[in-house]
């Protein structure tokens, strides 16, 4: 370990390097401007007097499109990370982009919408990635406060989630919906700003590049770039323009396209890989559990769709002589991360001192069943709405909370497990392959939501609650044999004390 490192993974005196809370508070606005315009983008697009006035059809498949597009580039910015800019360049760009986006989104017009959301797309592959690949490397292999390191990241996600649906989300459904997206694109401003402020300080030597890339990756790179650009250009004419415009569902040609990007990487490193027989073992295990993923995001990203159109329509949203805003049910999910988060990292910790903490496939697989039970309740207010015209809001709040806890146990555990299995020269890509899983199941969310116009929201939430179950016995049946397959990764060494010169 240089010095630079072993100083930033030092811990501070709360138990953990300083240079954590710096990213926990450059992710928490990040995540205020996406989670803020996930709150209200359905619902300006099917608006049709303030909004674009589309078809629920329409606004649901451009909401799985385009979360799905946002976890697919971090694959590509990954890459670029590591061989070209290094992580905190990254983060910097993807977060400029983002500012950038939600700006554009602002304009009222079809063209903008599109253009910001793409440049919302291009700014996320180089954030996403990269800061929580940065977390990973604040830690010494083996360090037993990495799990409990990513569950406080994740509160800093929350956070973010928590507070933009209740401000720009509120803003947008209630004032204007520009107003909304400016809001949100401020908000990524000052996550920049501090991150630019403070990386020098709180993050020595984190996030760099260790060699210069050579002049000739460079121009083979430039060269495959211009090449994807060129084949992009041209799909966008054919499916926009061209004659395989409205013949093609491009639905399914882009979840295909994900799954298959997801296999060929998978493929690509396997057998070209130059991997050693435990470091292919590791990276099997990584897409195994990615595969599982999917199922779980495909249910929980109903929220901003299906759930959320739902909420709109059909639950009855008074409390007292007050009308919730639909779009402050975004941030209910984000409240019970925020209240529940320190617990499940106290229960981690608890549980390993023990010997008794259930390791990352069993931890994954009890996360699929408790979304499921979650869509058991969405099950119970579709029925009483069908019956009664509209659904008791504490359905839908009792769903978000299994589905809070199916996160907690899933989501932090996983950003560890790719950090503590990925080789170290595909840490980025692989972090990048994984959040692939959150592409696939964005997409399928959206078609997903779509075809509940066609069966029903009672009918589609039975399915989704069939289908995680099944996922989530599944994975519990292989634990033991993928656990086997980690060799040893999740043995833990004893933390190191604290220095009071290190101290914040």
């Not at 909401?63 to 890459?79: D, E, F, I, M, N």
């Not at 990269?130 to 083996?142: C, D, E, H, K, R």
């Amino acid at each position: 370990m240089t010095t630079a490192t072993a100083a930033a993974s030092a811990p501070s005196a709360k138990g953990h390097p300083r240079g954590l809370y710096l990213l926990f508070f450059t992710e928490a606005f990040e995540r205020f401007q996406y989670y803020g315009m996930r709150a209200f983008l359905v619902l300006y697009l099917v608006d049709a007097s303030r909004g674009l006035g589309w078809s629920r059809g329409q606004a649901l498949s451009l909401y799985g499109t385009y979360t799905g597009l946002v976890y697919l580039t971090p694959v590509l910015g990954g890459y670029i990370a590591d061989r070209f800019f290094g992580q905190r360049l990254s983060v910097v760009l993807g977060g400029t982009l983002m500012m950038c986006g939600q700006f554009l989104c602002a304009v009222k017009s079809v063209p903008t919408l599109y253009a910001g959301l793409l440049i919302l797309i291009l700014g996320n592959g180089f954030f996403k990635a990269n800061i929580s690949t940065m977390v990973g490397q604040l830690y010494a292999p083996g360090d037993r406060r990495r799990d409990s390191a990513f569950t406080i990241f994740y509160m800093g996600i929350n956070l973010g989630g928590l507070v933009g649906p209740l401000l720009a989300g509120g803003v947008a459904e209630n004032v204007d919906w520009s107003f909304g997206f400016a809001l949100s694109g401020v908000g990524m401003a000052i996550g920049v700003a501090t991150f630019l402020a403070l990386k020098g300080k709180l993050l020595p030597g984190i996030g760099t590049l260790k060699e210069k890339p050579s002049a000739e990756a460079v121009k083979r790179f430039l060269r495959a770039l211009a090449i994807a650009v060129v084949v992009l250009a041209a799909l966008a004419w054919l499916a926009i323009w061209g004659p395989l415009a409205g013949r093609v569902n491009w639905d399914y040609v882009l979840l295909t396209a994900i799954l298959g990007t997801m296999f060929g990487f998978f493929v690509y490193l396997t057998f070209f890989g130059k991997l050693k027989k435990e470091e292919r073992d590791r990276v099997i295990v990584i897409f195994v559990l990615a595969l599982f993923v999917v199922f779980f995001w495909a249910a929980f990203e109903q929220a901003g769709g299906l759930m959320n159109l739902y909420t709109d329509t059909k639950v009855d949203r008074g409390l007292f002589t007050l009308t919730i805003p639909t779009t402050w049910f975004q941030s209910v999910n984000s409240i019970f991360i925020v209240g529940f988060a320190p617990l499940f990292a106290m229960l981690w910790t608890w549980l390993a001192a023990r010997g008794k903490e259930p390791r990352t496939p069993t931890k994954m697989a009890l996360g699929l069943l408790l979304v499921s039970v979650g869509f058991v309740l969405m099950y119970g207010a579709a029925k009483q709405s069908a019956a009664e015209g509209k659904a008791a809001l504490l359905w839908v709040v009792g769903a978000y909370l299994f589905h809070t806890w199916g996160e907690l146990a899933l989501s932090p555990v996983g950003l560890s497990m790719v950090t503590k299995l990925a080789p170290t020269k595909f840490a980025s890509a692989l972090m990048g392959v994984w959040f692939l899983s959150n592409a696939a199941a964005n997409k399928l969310a959206g078609m997903l939501g779509g075809a509940a116009e066609r069966v029903g929201d009672q009918t589609m939430f039975g399915i989704i609650v069939l289908g995680t179950a099944a996922a989530g016995l599944v994975l519990l049946t292989l634990s033991g044999t993928l656990t086997r397959m980690m060799h040893g990764a999740e043995d833990v060494t004893p933390a190191p004390a604290a220095s009071p010169a290190t101290a914040s």
